[in-house]
């Protein structure tokens, strides 16, 4: 069974910058895209972005474009999601998602990040 | 970037059918942008009903299906139970920029 752990909830100022962590377990990481997805308070869901672990090749948002990277260490089966120039409006919760068979196959409980002076 | 619409809200009663809609700015909703379906419920991860149009995920229920509909993408539900109230939420993926869209979700009275 794939199990997909985050990195605990973040408090950060504005201007700083965030790194989210997804682990996963169960399945062929190296081999999977990982998608990052998030959602703000009262807003709908907004996708970020994908990583395939072992090319490196992501594909961003173009709305978050300069300010997003995304990597990952395949020793550690774990993706990072590295958000830079943090506003209050990256206020959200941060889902990653693995692959089997599908994109979105398995959920991460998501990781709260609240941008607050 | 282009736009993705759906619903903002439907209503169906208890058993009753109901289909939510997702269209695209960028012109009719093809088997190319790969649409996705997913349920949200308050305070809770994100669950895929539906991927590539039609594709059930291994627990979705069989209640629900994907398609083309009109020149949009569609996801049914057929016998709607209580335990179906959620946003829906279709996801669009544009290849020219490698680039996916959300839609504005759905939410679903029962």
């Known amino acids: 069974q794939v199990q997909v752990v985050q990195s605990g909830a973040e408090l950060k100022k504005p201007g700083d910058s965030v790194k989210v962590s997804c682990k996963t377990s169960g399945n062929t990481f190296n081999g999977q895209y990982i998608q990052w997805v998030r959602q703000a308070p009262g807003r709908g869901l907004e996708w970020l972005g994908r990583?395939?672990?072992?090319?490196?090749?992501?594909d961003y948002t173009q709305t978050l474009q300069g300010r997003l990277t995304m990597t990952a260490d395949t020793s550690i089966s774990t993706a990072f999601m590295e958000l830079g120039s943090l506003t209050f409006d990256d206020t959200a919760t941060y889902y990653c998602a693995a692959r089997t068979t599908g994109d979105f196959d398995f959920w991460g409980p998501g990781t709260l990040l609240t941008v607050s002076s | 970037q282009a736009v993705v619409t759906q619903e903002p809200s439907l209503t169906v009663s208890p058993g009753g059918t109901v289909t939510v809609t997702c269209g695209s700015s960028t012109g009719p909703v093809t088997i190319v942008n790969y649409p996705y379906w997913f349920q949200l419920r308050p305070g809770q991860a994100p669950r895929t009903l539906i991927s590539d149009t039609t594709k059930r995920h291994s627990t979705t229920p069989a209640r629900f299906s994907g398609s083309l509909l009109g020149g949009k993408a569609a996801l049914t539900l057929s016998g709607a139970q209580p335990e179906d109230e959620a946003e829906y939420y279709c996801l669009l993926f544009y290849g020219a920029d490698r680039n996916r869209v959300f839609g504005g979700g759905t939410r679903l009275t029962v």
């Open positions: 990583i395939h672990p072992t090319r490196g090749d992501a």
